[in-house]
C-alpha cells in the first residue's frame, strides 16, 4: 500500500512536471516548417540593471504571423459571372498579427502592413487571355478596401500586440465578364514596414 | 475490503500512466498559418538623426561610409534563406512610400539609393538562430543639398503555397522592409508639388482620369490631399474624389486615378485637381475636410471624350 502511494505520488509529481514542459492541451503554433504562427518574443524586452541603479531597455524586434498562406476562391460558373455582378467569398478570412517591440517609437502608426496584388497568370488548362480578364477583376477585403496592384495601406498599429481584426476577402467581378474555364493563380505580397514619420523632414 | 481499496488504487494508477505514456503521443494541437518565418530589428548607428524612429535616419558627410545593422531572428525550427534588396524609394498611385516599385526613374531624381548601398544579399539563419546583417551605405563622393532615401527589404526564399486544380486562388508572400534615409548634414528643405494636366485612360478595362502628381523637391511631401472634381460640361454631371494621409518619397511621382463609368458619354470634362500638404493649425488653406495645410496647388484642365 505504501509502495503504491509512493508510486501515485511520482506520477502524480511527473505529470505535473511534464505538463509544464510540453504545454499539454495548450493551442500554438507549428514551428515545424518556416510559417510561424506564434511570434517568439522571449527576447522582446531585456532588461539588464547594474548597481549604480541604471537601467538599459534593449529594444526588441518586429514580427508578422497568423496570414493564411493561401486563399482559395474555388470554382466560378462562366455563365453566372456573365450574367451577374458576382462576389466570391475566399475559403477562409485574412488574419494577421503583428508584434512590435523595439522600444522606440510612441507613434500611433509606428508600423504598417501593406498589401499588394500581382497580375493573375494561368495554371492548369487556364489561358493568358483568362489571366488577363481576370486582371480587371477586384479583390477586396471587408468588401471596401481594394487590393489592387499598387500598396495600400492594410493597417497600421502602436508598438505593441496587435491581432488585427478579421477581414473577408473577395474576388468581385461585374456582369459581361467572360472569364475562361482553367486554374488561375495570383500573389498578395503582405509587406510589414517601420513607417515613416508623417512628419519626416 | 483492504484488497478493493488496492484494486482501486491500482486502477487509479494504471490510467494516470496510460495518461503519462498519451502525453508524449498527443503533442499540443496545430495551427497551419503563415508569416515572416524572421523578425527584425535596425540597430541604429551613432550618426542616427532621430532616436525615437526604427529606422535609419542617419546625417553623414560625403564620401562617407556608414554600417547599416540589422538584427535578424530566426523564429522557426528550419533553417531560413532571406533575400535582401536594396531600393530607392518611391511613391505608388495610392499616394504611399513603396519598396516594391519598378516604376521609371523620376527625372528630377540625382542619387539612386539603391546604388549608394551593398552588402550580401542573401542570408542563411540556421533554426532559432539570431544574426546581426550588415550593409554599407556610401554616400555621394560631392556634398549633396537633399535627403536621400531607399530601404532594405528582406524576403524569405520559400516555394509558394499551390493552389488546387481548375479554381481561383491567391498565395501570399511576404517581406520587411527597413526605410534608409539619409542627408549630408542636419538640415531640412521646402517641400514642392506640381501638378500635370489629366488624361483618360483605360486600365484593365476600367476608365480612369490619371492625373500625374510630381513632387520635384529633395524632400518628402507630406500629409497629402487630394480633391478632384470632374464636371461634364454638357451634362453638368459631377464625379468626385477625395484622398488624404498620402506621402511622397523625395524626387518621385505618382498617377492620382479616379474612376470614371464603364459607358462614359463623350464631351467635354473639366477636371479640377486642388492638392494641400503639410498640415498645420494656423496655415492658411482650408480643405474638405476642415484642416488646415501650409501649402496647395491647384490645375484646372479639360479632357474631351470622344466615341
Known sequence: ?201 | MLMDKENQLKKLLMALLLLLIGSFFFRPQTIQAAGLPFQVMPVLPSNQREPDEAYFDIIAPANSQTKLQLKVKNITTQPVKIRVKFVTLQTNNNGQLDYNMKQTRDHTLTYDANQLISGDQQLTLPANSTTIYEAQLRMPASNYDGIIAGGLVLEPITAAAKVKKGQIGITNRFSYAVPVIARNEDKTWLPKLQLASSKLVQIDYHNQLKTRLNNPSVTFVNQLRVEQVVTNLNTKKVYRKSTSKMQMAPNSHFDYRLNLPEKIPTGTYQVVTTAYYVKAKRAGYLAGNQQRYQYRQKSVNQVVVTG
Do not use: C, H, R
Not at chain 1, 453566372?80 to 512590435?100: E, I, M, P, Q, R
Not at chain 1, 508598438?159 to 477581414?167: P, V
Open chain 1, 1 to 201: 500500500m505504501k509502495k503504491s502511494s509512493t508510486l501515485l505520488t511520482s506520477l502524480v509529481v511527473g505529470l505535473v512536471a511534464l505538463g509544464v514542459v510540453s504545454n499539454a492541451g495548450v493551442v500554438q503554433a507549428s514551428t515545424a516548417t518556416p510559417n510561424p504562427t506564434t511570434a517568439d518574443s522571449t527576447d522582446n524586452t531585456q532588461l539588464t540593471a547594474s548597481t549604480d541603479t541604471t537601467v538599459k531597455v534593449n529594444g526588441g524586434t518586429m514580427s508578422l504571423y497568423n496570414v493564411k498562406d493561401s486563399i482559395n476562391f474555388g470554382t466560378i460558373n462562366v455563365v453566372d459571372a456573365f450574367t451577374n455582378n458576382l462576389s466570391t467569398k475566399g475559403d477562409s478570412n485574412l488574419t494577421a498579427s503583428v508584434d512590435d517591440f523595439q522600444g522606440v517609437s510612441d507613434a500611433s502608426d509606428a508600423w504598417t502592413l501593406t498589401a499588394t496584388l500581382g497580375k493573375w497568370q494561368a495554371g492548369d488548362g487556364g489561358t493568358a487571355a483568362g489571366a488577363k480578364v481576370l486582371d480587371g477583376a477586384e479583390v477586396k477585403a471587408n468588401g471596401t478596401t481594394t487590393i489592387g496592384t499598387a500598396a495600400v495601406d492594410y493597417a497600421t498599429g502602436a508598438e505593441g500586440y496587435t491581432d488585427l481584426a478579421e477581414q473577408s476577402i473577395s474576388l468581385e467581378t461585374t456582369a459581361n465578364t467572360l472569364l475562361k474555364a482553367g486554374t488561375y493563380t495570383n500573389q498578395i505580397n503582405w509587406q510589414l514596414k517601420a513607417t515613416v514619420d508623417s512628419e519626416q523632414k
